[in-house]
């Protein structure tokens, strides 16, 4: 025999071997003697038992380890408790035995094995052993008298609420976990030797040792009238867990509160408690209301620090959430989760991650205050048909918006919805669009002042779920704003403002002063430095005369503004190309050549790269087959418009190396 815990051999009750092992074959049916017990304990056969591993003889002690339990209970071995509660020795283990600390009898057992001529070898062996997480105790397996439930007719009914669609798992892939784990459920142990808890409704006689469950404490024993006591023990925190949904709505009373919210629609969890808490909920649900507890159970990720580790105070990598806030702010903190949360992904949260979203929350404080500063007290109305290019644009851009969120929150993508309103704000609203109407503001325009007043209130409302705090503040200065964001409805798509041609007009002009930006920069342009802009063919496919024209001269430092059919050959033009339209800028000096060249190589080589990533994806079978088709149209109409944009690179090249 081999073992690692000498002392328990004090409570063996058997030798188990594989029927198969012939080794043994002669000791089936007999019986051996336990040293140091002097007790026959049977030799059983079992095909558990692993022939290959160590001598194939087990030594089975059935009070003592939850392997051994199991295999006592299935050839019906005696149990023999040899180790209390406190990790000593009980009388069971003996006269020379009993009272010893476990560890002081592992050390008594080898050496009395020595002394008798029974102990081959010591050597050292590295296994797992259950420690506590707070006191670094190892945890001891011991036997002893339980609450159980018998969960199999229960788990019957829980799975057939999945397996016919009453209940849905999102993402879908985690439902195999729940039948996994459903399918070989074990009855239930309920009771727990804490301090805290619901106790057990189980009272005991003191005289005959009655055992009575009710649901109020019996006077006396209702066998012989004698006095009762209750269990000591609490029921498991997962059992009162698992009658949530109901037991806070007034359940067993049939309260207006039951009625109206069970069930539920939705419940949201890790999957580490998919086990422990949703399926006993739903078992729960089903056995007491009849009904399911929930629709749709959404499995979000475990928040983890940087390596990749689950947080726990034992490892002390936890980042404390109140020094976060206090830090970056609750909406920014927020807003973290709710970018990183793909469904059923792991979120690894970073402090730069929020650092970001802080700076966020400040642009989105800055911006408003800027529009709060060109309002009145009076909430105006625009009239859609007069509108500027810039309000037609954001209000088809809004649309667009709302469309998004909707349907990335109908998926639960969280991550999606985040990231959508993110760049809307920030990019489209405040680099673009109030950049755009600065000058219109300055003539106090009322329908650009009620646009962009009706931007910021749907914008609020559409963040007020990622960050609630920032959003509602803002919000109450707005005029004519009500009790709050939480009692407003949330805003509806109007497929009316829909304005393809602003759109494009837009998406142009945004092209062009970011490539007019570019050159400048790379050619270290001082921004007072005014240049002409000549564009090519510009002039065909876009309206830019009027409040466009003077926007391209107040954002992108440009003077003169030239339509050409071809771009000329001149020694004073820096190139570029704006979408799929070649631009160029005029200086009052020369260019030198080379140093342009260079600079357009450059170019050319970024969007080589990004063409090749785009070209690689548009050829992936899964992209094609898993993509929605508004997206896969989008990457091509992307490819067509690189592959004309490095046409023009190549000719504006071509030129520059002729001259």
């Excluded at 025999?1 to 074959?25: C, F, N, Q, S």
């Amino acid at each position: 025999m081999a073992t690692t815990r000498p002392e328990t051999m004090l409570g063996d009750t058997a030798v188990a071997i594989h029927p198969d092992d012939e080794r043994y074959k002669k000791f089936h049916g007999q019986k051996v003697l336990l040293p140091l017990q002097n007790r026959l304990i049977p030799v059983i056969t079992d095909e558990q038992v692993q022939k290959d591993f160590g001598t194939g003889a087990v030594k089975v002690t059935p009070a003592h380890d939850p392997v051994d339990f199991e295999l006592g209970k299935k050839h019906g071995l005696e149990q023999i408790i040899v180790i209390d509660g406190n990790g000593r020795m009980t009388e069971a283990a003996g006269e020379e035995f009993k009272g010893l600390d476990r560890f002081a009898c592992r050390e008594k057992v080898i050496e009395k094995l020595k002394q008798l001529g029974y102990l081959v070898k010591v050597e050292d062996y590295s296994h797992a052993v259950g420690h506590c997480y707070r006191c670094k105790t190892i945890i001891e397996p011991h036997l002893s008298w339980q609450w159980f439930v018998r969960i199999e007719p229960l788990a019957r009914e829980a799975i057939k609420a999945v397996e016919d669609g009453k209940i849905v798992f999102i993402p879908e892939n985690w439902a195999k976990t729940y039948f996994d784990w459903m399918y070989k459920i074990h009855d239930w142990c309920i009771s727990r030797q804490l301090w805290w808890g619901h106790r057990l409704p189980a009272y005991y006689c003191q005289n005959c040792h009655q055992v009575m469950v009710a649901m109020e404490k019996p006077a006396a024993c209702e066998k012989c009238g004698g006095p009762v006591v209750q269990d000591e023990d609490v029921l498991d925190t997962w059992f009162s867990s698992a009658l949530w949904p109901f037991a806070t709505l007034g359940w067993p009373e049939k309260t207006e509160d039951l009625k109206v919210f069970y069930p539920t629609d939705l419940m949201s969890t890790g999957f580490d408690i998919i086990f422990f808490w949703v399926a006993r909920m739903i078992m729960m649900g089903l056995k007491f209301m009849k009904d399911v507890p929930f629709r749709e159970v959404f499995i979000n990720g475990l928040v983890r620090d940087l390596k990749k580790r689950k947080m726990s105070k034992s490892e002390g990598n936890i980042i404390d959430p109140l020094e976060m806030i206090d830090k970056y702010g609750t909406d920014a903190l927020r807003f973290t989760l709710a970018s990183l949360a793909v469904p059923g992904m792991d979120i690894a949260l970073s402090e730069e991650r929020m650092a970001g979203y802080r700076a966020f929350a400040n642009k989105i404080w800055n911006a408003s205050r800027f529009v709060l500063m060109n309002l009145g007290e009076e909430k105006l109305e625009p009239d859609q048909q007069a509108l500027s290019l810039p309000n037609r644009w954001i209000r088809s851009r809004l649309t667009r918006v709302i469309e998004q969120l909707n349907d990335s929150l109908k998926n639960y993508k969280f991550y999606e919805a985040a990231e959508t309103i993110y760049h809307f704000i920030w990019h489209e609203f405040c680099d673009w669009y109030i950049e755009f109407i600065k000058p219109e503001l300055k003539e106090s325009n009322k329908n650009t002042q009620a646009v962009m007043e009706d931007t910021l209130d749907k914008i609020l409302k559409l963040l007020h779920p990622f960050m609630p705090f920032i959003t509602e503040e803002i919000w109450h200065h707005l005029p004519e704003s009500g009790l709050s964001l939480l009692t407003e409805s949330w805003p509806e798509a109007n497929r009316r403002w829909l304005d393809e041609e602003a759109e494009e007009t837009m998406r142009f002009l945004q092209a062009l002063i970011s490539e007019i930006r570019t050159i400048r920069a790379e050619n270290q342009l001082p921004v007072k430095e005014k240049v002409n802009l000549w564009i090519s063919e510009g002039k065909k496919s876009y309206s830019l005369s009027g409040p466009p024209e003077e926007a391209i001269r107040q954002l992108a430092g440009v003077d003169k503004i030239e339509y050409v059919t071809e771009m000329p050959t001149a020694n004073n033009l820096l190139r570029g190309v704006a979408g799929t339209t070649e631009i160029g800028l005029q200086l009052a000096r020369a260019i030198d050549s080379a140093q342009e060249i260079e600079r357009l190589q450059k170019e050319l080589a970024r969007l080589e790269e990004d063409l090749a990533k785009l070209v690689f994806r548009l050829e992936n079978p899964d992209f094609k087959q898993r993509a929605p088709q508004a997206v896969v149209a989008e990457h091509q109409q992307r490819r067509q418009e690189l592959q004309l944009k490095r046409e023009k690179l190549l000719k504006s090249l071509s030129q520059l190396k002729e001259s």
